[in-house]
Every structure is written in structure tokens, then in C-alpha cells.
């Protein structure tokens, strides 16, 4: 079914699609429509799942955990604030190892409050673990929303699916609606190994002691340590995992086949810009501009940032002349963090680029399309000069 509705309604239909059975929900902008339309499908029936509406974004974490605890398929979205609110939350679940699935329309932080886009909220959490994939458009919003439920229940380690508040939260793009029936066979019956279980009872996630130690069956139990090396080792597994997955979702759906990056005029370029969500389309204008005045010049989204495809960004960015990366995020008292990964992806390369990194956007700072051609126009004609000190783009002092 080809339909034309906002990010955020194309999201709740993802996570319909999925058969979640649990949806915890606080309302913040820009992620509140999403939820407002799961409560919609839910009280026409046309969802049947239990809706739970909870005082706090702490709380609506807390009511995913205990779901996926008692063996439930769990959603809940959230933005800016409303996810740092979360973050012991999110430590506890990934800890947990639960597969929850959470969409992030993605706005900046406060203070100063701002209900305006940038990718910040997402990027202060990219170290808790959890698995993040990044939306450029409605399209792929649905369906990594999909994706990210079988994903999350293959390698028992929550994911969020990101998109850009307001830019595609609340625009009106028009995307296809997959069939119930293809989804049920793409994404099977949650059927988790551990949860709680009244008739084969367990403790779950107690004090953990530094070291190994035998569990009540004599086996040895690994300590903290262990615990953190087997979910470092089953993220990075992760992305082979979720390569196979957005195979099989292009088998069967047509769509897919850039499950890490995605490339535009990239074959040829001799020059790549690099970013993350809606940005890369936009530049997409920018590079055909380049294109025609004879510049050599392409334009890569990344779409799953943690875990961080190094090997896919090196074999991509190896041997060009230069990579310029564009991000609305800051990792503060440093540069862009996407720029920061970057670096360290092609560290190791023989033929690695100069690489530049220019700041946008925060705070909803609006991107002119000809403040992105005189970035690029400039990195392009100077790629050696450059420095590894980011440069702002759209800064009035």
C-alpha cells in the first residue's frame, strides 16, 4: 500500500507492522504524534497491544524493561531531553540485554531549551551500548523500524531507530506500507531464551562480583568484566547480522541493499561528503550542482552509526582525495563525533584522505544549500590546508 503521512505516523505503522505488545508512552516534542497514533491504533483495535501511558521517560523505560523481562515484544520513542532522562534506563537495559526497539526524533538539547533539530540527544548516548541506525527519509524510517525488531530479538541487544525531528518527524513524504502478512514472515514470533517465568524461576541481573564464580549449577558465571567483553564482541557481530537481515528484507520487499551506508555518485567521486540522516539529501542537490561544473564530488549517509562499520566506511573513503564530513552533533571540548570515527576507521588505510569536519545545524539552525556548495567548494579546492579544527557553518558571532 502507497500512502503519504508524516516520519512519525510512517514509524507507528512500523512498529504495528512488528506486532509489538507493549507500548510505554510519555508525550515530547517532536516524538509525541508517534505515540498519539499507536494509542489511535490501539483503541480502534486495528493494534492489539497493551498502551501505557506513564509520568516520566524514566518510567516509560522502566515499563519496556519489565515487558521484555516478562517476555514481551517492547516499544517506546522519545526525543532531546526526554532521552537523557532515560540513560540510566538505557544502561540497565542494554545490561539487561533486552531487545527493545526505540525511535529517537532526534532535537537538540537544553539548556538553552530549544524544541528544534540537531542530532545531539542520539549522540550523548552512543556509548551506552545500544545499537543505533539513522532514517534519511520516510521509507527507511518503516522500514528499519521493522528491520530493527528482528535485529534486536537476533542478538538480544536494544536498538534505536533515528530520524531527524521535525524534518521528518512532521513532513508528509510519501512511502509504501508493507503487508501484514510479509512481515509476519519476515519477523517471527517474539519468543525470547530468558525472561521471567513463574515455573522455571530465576534471578535476574543481581549484584555482579569482579570476578568469575560458580552459579548455583556448579558452572563457572563470567564476572562484570566478562559480561561487558561478550556484549562489546555481540555488537560488533551485530553488523554482519544486520547486513544479512537487510539482505533478506531486499529479497523480499525490494527495498534495502545499504544497510551501513548510502552512497550517491560515490563511484567516480574523487571528493565524498559524509553525514547522518535527512542532510545527505539534501547535499545531494549541492553535489549535482559540483557535478556540473565539473567536480568530481559524492555524498555518503551513514545509517548505522553504533556499532560503527569501520570496514565499510574505509573501503568507501580509501584513496579519495578528500572526505568532508558535516554533522549537527559536537562531541564538546573536541570535534563532530562522526568525524572523530571517522578518523579512527582510517587510521590503518595506506591511501587515507585528508579529512575535514564542518558543525551545522544545531539548534535548528537553518542549512542553506549555499552555505553547503561554499563548504564543499572550499574543502575541494583546498584539501590539504585544511587543519583538524571543525569548522561552523551558519555561526553569526
Request: net charge negative; proline share 6%.
Amino acid at each position: 500500500m502507497h500512502i503519504i503521512e508524516s516520519g512519525n505516523v510512517a514509524a507507528a505503522t512500523g512498529v504495528k507492522l512488528s506486532r509489538a505488545q507493549v507500548i510505554a508512552a510519555y508525550p515530547i516534542t517532536p516524538q509525541t504524534p508517534l505515540t498519539e497514533k499507536l494509542s489511535e491504533f490501539v483503541e480502534s483495535g486495528e493494534f492489539e497491544a497493551e498502551y501505557i501511558p506513564v509520568e516520566s521517560e524514566h518510567s516509560a523505560m522502566g515499563v519496556c524493561i519489565a515487558a521484555s523481562t516478562a517476555g514481551a515484544r517492547a516499544f517506546t520513542a522519545t526525543s532531546a531531553n526526554g532521552l537523557l532522562y532515560m540513560s540510566e534506563q538505557l544502561h540497565w537495559a542494554v545490561g539487561a540485554r533486552l531487545p527493545l526497539v526505540m525511535c529517537v526524533a532526534n532535537r537538540g538539547i537544553g539548556a538553552p531549551w530549544t524544541v528544534w533539530n540537531d542530532q545531539q540527544d542520539s549522540m550523548s548516548q552512543r556509548d551506552a551500548g545500544w545499537i543505533q541506525l539513522y532514517a534519511n527519509d520516510h521509507q527507511q524510517i518503516i522500514d528499519t523500524v521493522i528491520k530493527a525488531f528482528l535485529l534486536a530479538q537476533t542478538v538480544s541487544i536494544p536498538v534505536m531507530v533515528c530520524y531527524d525531528g521535525y524534518l521528518l518527524s512532521h513532513t508528509y513524504m510519501p512511502f509504501d506500507q508493507p503487508d501484514q502478512g510479509d512481515v509476519d514472515s519476515f519477523l517471527p514470533t517474539f519468543s525470547p531464551e530468558n525472561f521471567l517465568n513463574p515455573e522455571d524461576p530465576g534471578n535476574f541481573n543481581p549484584v555482579t562480583l569482579p570476578d568469575v564464580r560458580p552459579g548455583v549449577d556448579g558452572k563457572m558465571e563470567p564476572g562484570y568484566i566478562e559480561i561487558r567483553h561478550n556484549l562489546h564482541h555481540d555488537l560488533r557481530s551485530s553488523i554482519e547480522v544486520y547486513g544479512e537481515i537487510d539482505s533478506e528484507y531486499e529479497e523480499k520487499f525490494g527495498r534495502g541493499g545499504n544497510p551501513f551506508i548510502e552512497k550517491y555518485k560515490c563511484e567516480d567521486a574523487e571528493f565524498v561528503a559524509v553525514c547522518i540522516g535527512s542532510l545527505s539529501y539534501q547535499l545531494r542537490d549541492v553535489i549535482d550542482i559540483m557535478r556540473d561544473s565539473g567536480t568530481r564530488v559524492g555524498v555518503m549517509g551513514v545509517q548505522m552509526y553504533r556499532p560503527f562499520p569501520d570496514e565499510a566506511i574505509a573501503d568507501a573513503l580509501s584513496g579519495k582525495k578528500c572526505v568532508i564530513v558535516f554533522e549537527k552533533a559536537l562531541s564538546y571540548g573536541n570535534q563532530g563525533p562522526l568525524y572523530g570515527d571517522i578518523k579512527s576507521a582510517l587510521y590503518c588505510s595506506d591511501d587515507k584522505p585528508p579529512i575535514h569536519n564542518y558543525i551545522l545545524g544545531l539548534g535548528g539552525r537553518e542549512i542553506r544549500t549555499q552555505h553547503l556548495l561554499d563548504a564543499l567548494t572550499d574543502s575541494c579546492g583546498s584539501p590539504e590546508t585544511f587543519g583538524d579544527t571543525p569548522r561552523w557553518i551558519g555561526l553569526k558571532l
